[in-house]
């Protein structure tokens, strides 16, 4: 499975960005595709996963009450709503199937900044 992250860029403080991750290859029901982030000098960490076949989401501490994340099967999309962003959201974020053994896209890079 391939995948490829978009819809990064610079944001100022409070603003908004959509990412995109576009799959191919098969995807399955029992898949979890998500979202990490890399901020400079720390460590990957989980922003938000669902968990296709029941449609369950979770999300990490730093993104809850923020970030939304969602997929279209029919498409093999998966998209990150990210509002009210803080300069703290900087850093790549990376699309992924199935976990830290699983499939990582090349990242998007996220600057907020004012």
């Known amino acids: 499975v391939q995948l490829q992250a978009s819809g990064g860029g610079l944001v100022q403080p409070g603003g908004s960005l959509k990412l995109s991750c576009a799959a191919t290859?098969?995807?399955?029901?029992?898949?979890?595709m998500g979202w990490y982030r890399q901020a400079p000098g720390k460590d990957r960490e989980l922003v938000a996963r669902?968990?296709?076949?029941?449609?369950?989401?979770a999300y990490g501490n730093s993104a809850k009450g923020r970030f939304t994340i969602s997929r279209d099967n029919a498409a093999n999309m998966l998209y990150l709503e990210m509002k009210n962003l803080e300069p703290e959201d900087t850093g790549v974020y990376y699309c992924?199937?199935?976990?830290?053994?699983?499939?990582w896209g090349q990242g998007t890079q996220v600057t907020v900044s004012s």
């Open positions: 992924n199937r199935n976990g830290l053994d699983g499939d």
């Open positions: 669902v968990f296709l076949e029941s449609g369950t989401r």
């Open positions: 290859g098969q995807i399955f029901s029992t898949d979890t």
